[in-house]
């Protein structure tokens, strides 16, 4: 089954668009969008609070999601966390195909 995964950062005051540049700058959503399995990799802001920012995730499997877990960008994107992110909200779905 599909994987479908909704990922809701909540930032720090003011810091939602340095967090985004510097996601952008350091290659992790490169990196991601590249992996086998991935499908969708795209972040958009919220209408509704300035310090949130939406990344939905579209990979081909549960065992993808878990190796994207396990990537080198992906513990790069914790350390990026501490610095902007004050909580993190996770959906995920699985999707029949």
């Known amino acids: 089954m599909k994987r479908i995964v909704e990922v809701h950062y909540y930032i720090k005051d003011g810091k939602r ?17 590249a992996e086998e399995g991935n499908e969708k990799y795209e972040y ?3 209408p509704d609070n300035e310090n949130e920012l939406l990344l939905l995730e579209g990979w081909k499997s549960a065992e993808t999601v ?3 877990q396990q990537s080198a960008h992906f513990k790069q994107l914790g350390e990026l966390k501490k610095e902007y ?5 996770f959906m995920r779905y699985e999707i029949a195909e």
């Open 66 to 68: 878990e190796l994207h």
């Open 44 to 46: 958009y802001y919220s």
């Open 85 to 89: 992110v004050t909580e993190t909200a």
């Open 17 to 33: 668009d340095d967090f985004y540049r510097t996601l952008m700058e350091s290659g992790i959503a490169d990196a991601s969008r």
